[in-house]
């Protein structure tokens, strides 16, 4: 089902939802079940799942040379999706990326979806790969996730890439988007990166998922500004509870968020990354439940492979 449409039917209520990661290459798929089996308690209507490209590693060979090899250390989006959608009966999300991706294998990768009756997708541009600095689309590719939306919506009207196709099918798929309370890393202002917000939802977008974050205010003042810019599609609030010392510099350098002061000096008062964990919980907790109040149609936790804290804050809110 449609996630709009489970926004609807629930009918004002907050629901849980949840983020995982394919495995890293050569893990079992019950590393996934393990950390998914608890969550099901809470009962969430989908689940997503990231997509992650290929990196680069360098062999040097006899000669001194250098030999590039690709690298896909998390694959398996799509088959993990329908294994979701058959072992628990929800819907699985799947992330897909302009980045990689030219637009026939998106087009292909869109098929998949179609034919394994996966109807929900999350159009993303996708980070530079490591060896460089800013994102490169692939020749005939999608530069922005305003293009790949472009390009899914298309195949919503039965427009596939090739013109001579007859009678070809029409896919159905709802459309997230990512949203960025604190601003997306490259924008050179909110009101930029709210401008192009605005066109990924008018050429297709049916909701926005927000990066996350740390303070609610900032989700608030974000919802406002999108609501004042004319967007009117729903919003879902990203969340993660904070779980080492060392994320404390390592999210606003890999998310670009800030986190907010009383945070950072109840974690630097913590002894070990337990007693941290404890209190990321209870941080997440506490902005839980004043999401729900402010009436938010999901709340969607980013477990990162882990789900034993989500387990915790979910069990205290839901
Ligand atoms: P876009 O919407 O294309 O925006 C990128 C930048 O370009 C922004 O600064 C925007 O303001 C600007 N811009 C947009 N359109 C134009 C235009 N036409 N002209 C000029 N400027 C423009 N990454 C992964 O690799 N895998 C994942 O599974 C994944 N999941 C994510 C889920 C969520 C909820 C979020 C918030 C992020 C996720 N990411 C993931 C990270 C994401 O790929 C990066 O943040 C990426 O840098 C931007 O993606 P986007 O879709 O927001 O890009």
Known sequence: MKLTEHIKRANGKTQFSFEILPPLKGQNIQTIFTNIDPLME?????????????????????????????????????????????KYKVDAIPHILCGGFDKEDTENFLIDL????????????????????????????????????????????GQYLDDALENSAATDFCIGVAGYPEKHMEAPSLESDMHFLKKKIQVGGG???????????????FVDKCRAAGITAPIIPGLKPIATLKQLNLIPHR???DLPEPLIKEVIKCKDNAAVRQVGIEWCVAQSQELINAGVPFLHYYSMGKSDNIYKVAKEVF
């Not at 689940?47 to 040097?60: L, P």
């Not at 980070?127 to 195949?155: H, R």
């Not at 909701?207 to 003042?221: G, L, S």
Request: proline fraction near 6%; hydrophobic fraction near 40%.
């Open 42 to 86: 809470f009962q969430p209507p989908f689940i997503d799942v990231t997509y992650h490209r290929e990196e680069y590693t360098y062999k040097e060979l006899p000669n001194g040379l250098l030999e590039k090899h690709i690298v896909r250390k998390r694959p398996g989006t799509v088959g993990i999706c329908a294994a979701i959608q058959n």
């Open 114 to 157: 179609h034919f394994l009756g996966i109807d929900n997708v999350v159009a993303l541009r996708g980070d530079a790969v490591k060896s460089e600095t800013y994102f490169t689309p692939e020749p005939k590719g999608n530069a922005y996730a305003i293009d790949l939306v472009q390009q899914i919506e298309a195949m919503n009207q």
């Open 207 to 221: 909701y926005i998922v927000t990066q996350m974050f740390f303070d609610n205010q900032k989700f608030f003042d």
């Open 255 to 257: 998310f670009h968020v």
